[in-house]
């Protein structure tokens, strides 16, 4: 056999990795160049779709199911493609990046499934895209284990019949790969992510009982998941496996495709698994699309839109009709609570908060539901155990009694709650010590005992700039201004100084972190997203 043609892809201003020569193979890189050629021009008009919408969000401040797949919508006799054995059972997921310690503790942790993260959990320096790949063809091959250099604390795997399936997550379609280039253009980083995993290990998966499985981020509409299924079927047919190996679970995590779950599931039919409830990002998509929709879009403190607010409790069960309906899981959202090793009252309130948050979502239908750290596997398993017993899953209950309108998913107003004053400190405290950690090369962060991703840092940034241009005053008299967010990033960054002292402040990133949370929550031109600017400043 011929050697393959050299790669068109150039590795731009990347410093030689470690091992990078068994992920960025010619044969490998050759695929990924394939993709970004057949399909980056779709991803562009798509990218140039979601501005259009947005533009007439704005000018309606409304939105309503599609009426040109109405039609799908009433179909009541297709259902997506029958589930492979490895994720008929998913009641508990944990998530976390792929650097080498968490993706031994992730499969280890006894959750049925690790969301192996490339996305919002990871920052995309050059090391974590390329290393993370390597981890987990080390976990697949079972060579991977981990000391850990300041404990001496040794990891290894169980054996495979213990370990978690892997639903892989890849960028969202906006995030360009600056250091692979095709003719002097950025490759999508979504491509990058998935091309790399797909062409090293999905028929590595087949061999193990397993398969290429994928968690889907950011999607807006209907038309990006036709994308991603043209995606899989190209990619499974250069490799050679069959057409429906692949599995995707859609994150309904933006308010538009809250409108088109029913179609998101329709477009990626033989490779749909289901779809999956991301609160952190929805809230962001809310202030995103009705950014200038007056006060009654205006959401309270981050921490007051809980899920039992009206219009999360409509989305929520919506998602669950729609995937029983058609044979597909729905997963519930995120427990961020990281125990603390100190206070044992602060573990006892929050493991409560955790387990009657999981178990309302298994008694609403949900077949499964996330956790950020493996001590909350077993409350969440408990939870699911009661009401699945021996079953894998409770897509057979298809909740007929839910009844949502399009008018229920944006009643924002409906919650009672309002912005305060601690909720500005707040959002300006985790929008610092995130975007810092992130400058970092870090992307899942433990603040204030939660796990906190970039999803954080938007909803975050977003409240800020929302509750400024909206003119909020709060509780205590004072209005939010573009000066009042400025006092009390001061405060935050002397508070910070003080705190951790003045040799480890000059070691991070805090006033450039500063400045960036200031930039997006400020400009007038609101970012789409907080990661666009972030990636710019970060090395590596």
């Given at each position: 056999?011929?050697?393959?043609?050299?790669?068109?892809?150039?590795?731009?201003?990347?410093?030689?990795?470690?091992?990078?020569?068994?992920?960025?193979?010619?044969?490998?890189?050759?695929?990924?160049?394939?993709?970004?050629?057949?399909?980056?021009?779709?991803?562009?008009?798509?990218?140039?779709?979601?501005?259009?919408?947005?533009?007439?969000?704005?000018?309606?401040?409304?939105?309503?199911?599609?009426?040109?797949?109405?039609?799908?919508?009433?179909?009541?006799?297709?259902?997506?493609?029958?589930?492979?054995?490895?994720?008929?059972?998913?009641?508990?997921?944990?998530?976390?990046?792929?650097?080498?310690?968490?993706?031994?503790?992730?499969?280890?942790?006894?959750?049925?499934?690790?969301?192996?993260?490339?996305?919002?959990?990871?920052?995309?320096?050059?090391?974590?895209?390329?290393?993370?790949?390597?981890?987990?063809?080390?976990?697949?091959?079972?060579?991977?284990?981990?000391?850990?250099?300041?404990?001496?604390?040794?990891?290894?795997?169980?054996?495979?019949?213990?370990?978690?399936?892997?639903?892989?997550?890849?960028?969202?379609?906006?995030?360009?790969?600056?250091?692979?280039?095709?003719?002097?253009?950025?490759?999508?980083?979504?491509?990058?992510?998935?091309g790399l995993y797909f062409f090293h290990n999905a028929q590595r998966l087949l061999d193990l009982g397993k398969g290429p499985y994928f968690y889907l981020p950011k999607t807006e509409s209907h038309l990006e998941a036709r994308l991603w299924n043209e995606v899989f079927v190209f990619a499974q047919d250069y490799v050679g496996i069959p057409q429906g190996t692949v599995r995707?679970?859609?994150?309904?995590?933006?308010?538009?495709?809250?409108?088109?779950?029913?179609?998101?599931?329709?477009?990626?039919?033989?490779?749909?698994?289901?779809?999956?409830?991301?609160?952190?990002?929805?809230?962001?998509?809310?202030?995103?699309?009705?950014?200038?929709?007056?006060?009654?879009?205006?959401?309270?403190?981050?921490?007051?839109?809980?899920?039992?607010?009206?219009?999360?409790?409509?989305?929520?069960?919506?998602?669950?009709?729609?995937?029983?309906?058609?044979?597909?899981?729905?997963?519930?959202?995120?427990?961020?609570?990281?125990?603390?090793?100190?206070?044992?009252?602060?573990?006892?309130?929050?493991?409560?908060?955790?387990?009657?948050?999981?178990?309302?979502?298994?008694?609403?239908?949900?077949?499964?539901?996330?956790?950020?750290?493996?001590?909350?596997?077993?409350?969440?398993?408990?939870?699911?155990?009661?009401?699945?017993?021996?079953?894998?899953?409770?897509?057979?209950?298809?909740?007929?009694?839910?009844?949502?309108?399009?008018?229920?998913?944006?009643?924002?107003?409906?919650?009672?709650?309002?912005?305060?004053?601690?909720?500005?400190?707040?959002?300006?405290?985790?929008?610092?010590?995130?975007?810092?950690?992130?400058?970092?090369?870090?992307?899942?962060?433990?603040?204030?005992?939660?796990?906190?991703?970039?999803?954080?840092?938007?909803?975050?940034?977003?409240?800020?700039?929302?509750?400024?241009?909206?003119?909020?005053?709060?509780?205590?008299?004072?209005?939010?201004?573009?000066?009042?967010?400025?006092?009390?990033?001061?405060?935050?960054?002397?508070?910070?100084?003080?705190?951790?002292?003045?040799?480890?402040?000059?070691?991070?990133?805090?006033?450039?972190?500063?400045?960036?949370?200031?930039?997006?929550?400020?400009?007038?031109?609101?970012?789409?997203?907080?990661?666009?600017?972030?990636?710019?400043?970060?090395?590596?």
């Open positions: 056999m011929s050697a393959p043609a050299p790669s068109p892809l150039a590795i731009v201003d990347a410093e030689p990795l470690p091992r990078q020569e068994e992920v960025l193979t010619e044969a490998a890189l050759a695929f990924v160049a394939e993709l970004h050629r057949r399909f980056t021009p779709r991803r562009d008009e798509l990218l140039a779709r979601r501005a259009e919408r947005r533009a007439e969000i704005a000018r309606t401040s409304t939105l309503d199911f599609l009426p040109e797949t109405a039609a799908i919508r009433a179909d009541d006799s297709w259902t997506v493609g029958p589930c492979p054995p490895a994720l008929q059972d998913r009641r508990v997921e944990i998530t976390g990046p792929t650097d080498r310690k968490m993706t031994i503790n992730a499969l280890n942790s006894g959750a049925k499934v690790w969301l192996a993260d490339f996305e919002d959990a990871s920052a995309p320096t050059w090391e974590n895209v390329v290393l993370g790949q390597i981890n987990l063809i080390d976990a697949y091959t079972r060579n991977i284990d981990f000391t850990d250099p300041k404990s001496g604390k040794s990891y290894a795997l169980r054996a495979n019949d213990e370990l978690a399936t892997v639903v892989m997550r890849p960028r969202g379609w906006h995030l360009n790969e600056r250091h692979l280039q095709f003719d002097g253009e950025q490759v999508p980083g979504a491509l990058v992510d998935f995707a679970t859609v994150l309904i995590e933006t308010i538009t495709a809250a409108y088109e779950m029913e179609e998101i599931l329709y477009e990626l039919r033989d490779h749909a698994a289901g779809l999956n409830a991301g609160r952190w990002d929805y809230l962001f998509s809310i202030v995103k699309n009705f950014r200038d929709g007056g006060t009654k879009f205006v959401l309270p403190d981050r921490n007051a839109v809980t899920m039992t607010a009206p219009f999360m409790r409509a989305y929520t069960e919506l998602l669950v009709r729609t995937c029983h309906k058609r044979g597909a899981h729905a997963i519930g959202g995120m427990a961020a609570f990281i125990p603390s090793r100190r206070d044992a009252e602060v573990n006892k309130v929050a493991f409560e908060k955790v387990r009657a948050d999981k178990d309302r979502e298994a008694g609403d239908g949900f077949d499964g539901s996330w956790v950020a750290h493996p001590d909350l596997v077993p409350i969440a398993m408990e939870s699911f155990d009661k009401v699945l017993g021996d079953r894998p899953n409770q897509k057979d209950r298809l909740r007929e009694d839910v009844s949502v309108q399009a008018a229920d998913l944006i009643a924002i107003d409906s919650l009672e709650a309002k912005p305060t004053y601690p909720g500005l400190v707040n959002a300006v405290q985790v929008g610092i010590r995130y975007i810092e950690a992130w400058l970092r090369g870090l992307g899942a962060v433990a603040i204030f005992n939660l796990m906190e991703d970039a999803a954080t840092a938007e909803i975050s940034r977003s409240q800020i700039w929302q509750w400024i241009n909206a003119g909020v005053e709060f509780e205590n008299g004072e209005h939010a201004t573009p000066e009042l967010a400025r006092k009390v990033a001061a405060e935050e960054l002397a508070n910070i100084r003080a705190e951790i002292g003045e040799e480890a402040f000059a070691a991070g990133h805090w006033q450039q972190a500063h400045d960036l949370l200031l930039e997006v929550s400020l400009d007038e031109n609101y970012a789409d997203f907080l990661t666009l600017p972030a990636y710019e400043q970060l090395k590596g």
